[in-house]
């Protein structure tokens, strides 16, 4: 599976480079975040990437394509659960293994405020998720002063409110390996949530 914040896929090279990307590392599950695709080009651009996969979209929620979720349909099915301006939250079955597992993919707004209603939105569905659930994507905040270089301060409010978020749903970070900071040679690591009951 990959998450990436491809800041754009309407252009043939971008396209291009995801669909290199996903053939070389056998990738069947991927989660593209702003990518700037309207509803009109969606379906051209998926194709030209992904012949013959299936994908879900948050466009009917914000109309500026922040949220792609693709995948082929002999390695996963994936089921519509609900979707925000801020994420797209799925059921995911490996089809060879019949296991399945939640998703959530985030693509967070700049500001505080307009978080808040992601946050709310993941606290009120944590209950009523009793598999494995992923949450995963840029949060676009951080948990420590140290986690972001350059940019806007950190402010103690941000942090609690991602903080708090976290604890209520019960999810613990997954570790990562690689770079310290997320932006490295225009490519963004994307952070990774998990609440765990047998499978991941």
């Known amino acids: ?84 301006a801020q994420s797209i939250t799925g059921l995911v079955t490996d089809v060879v293994l019949q296991k399945e597992f939640y998703i959530t993919v985030v693509y967070a707004f700049n500001t505080r405020e307009e978080r808040r209603s992601l946050w709310q939105h993941l606290e009120s569905m944590s209950g009523g998720i009793k598999q494995p659930w992923l949450v995963t994507g840029d949060f676009n905040s951080v948990l420590l002063a140290d986690d972001r270089i350059g940019g806007n301060p950190v402010t103690i409010c941000e942090v609690v409110d991602f903080q708090e978020c976290i604890d209520t749903c019960e999810l613990m970070e997954l570790p990562c390996g690689g770079s310290r900071y997320t932006w490295n040679d225009n490519m963004v690591i994307i952070e990774s949530f998990q609440r765990l009951t047998g499978l991941l």
């Open 1 to 84: 599976m990959l998450s990436w914040n491809v800041r754009g896929l309407n252009t043939p090279n971008k396209q291009k480079e995801v669909k290199l990307l996903c053939t070389n590392e056998n990738i069947c599950l991927v989660n593209l975040l702003e990518t700037k695709v309207k509803t009109g080009n969606m379906e051209k651009v998926i194709n030209n990437m992904f012949g013959g996969w299936k994908y879900i979209t948050n466009l009917d929620h914000h109309y500026n394509g922040r949220v792609v979720v693709a995948w082929r349909p002999d390695y996963y099915q994936v089921k519509y659960i609900s979707g925000t």
